[in-house]
């Protein structure tokens, strides 16, 4: 049993910034990879960020000079530091884990946190 919890979504203005934070917790042994996506209404869900567990980075062209994904593995936790925010930044996001727990290999998602850029 795995769950991650996301946090620091809310209502900023166009230009501002955001953190998220996405805490895993459970039976995990290791973690291959965590990485955020974002669904804006009526569009599919879409990555934005990878991060593994030795540190190596890819980013979406969309948030890419933006955005920046980090980790503290010790925590099992992942960011995403949000600047130069856009309305089409507009979405719920979602924390992504790629892990082995005692079961094996997993995938898991968090619940969403809602990330709103008025102009």
């Known amino acids: 049993q795995v769950q991650l919890v996301e946090s620091g979504g809310g209502l900023v203005q166009a230009g501002g910034s955001l953190r998220l934070s996405c805490a895993a917790s459970g039976s995990i042994f290791s973690i291959n990879a965590m990485g955020w996506y974002r669904q804006a209404p009526g569009n599919q869900r879409r990555w934005a960020a990878t991060?593994?567990?030795?540190?190596?980075?890819d980013y979406a062209d969309s948030v890419k000079g933006r955005f920046t994904i980090s980790r503290d593995n010790a925590k099992n936790t992942v960011y995403l530091q949000m600047n130069s925010l856009k309305p089409e930044d507009t979405a719920v996001y979602y924390c992504?884990?790629?892990?082995?727990?005692?079961?094996?290999?997993?995938?898991?998602w968090g619940q969403g946190t809602q990330v709103t850029v008025s102009s």
């Open positions: 991060i593994t567990s030795g540190g190596s980075t």
């Open positions: 992504n884990a790629d892990l082995y727990s005692n079961r094996g290999r997993e995938n898991y």
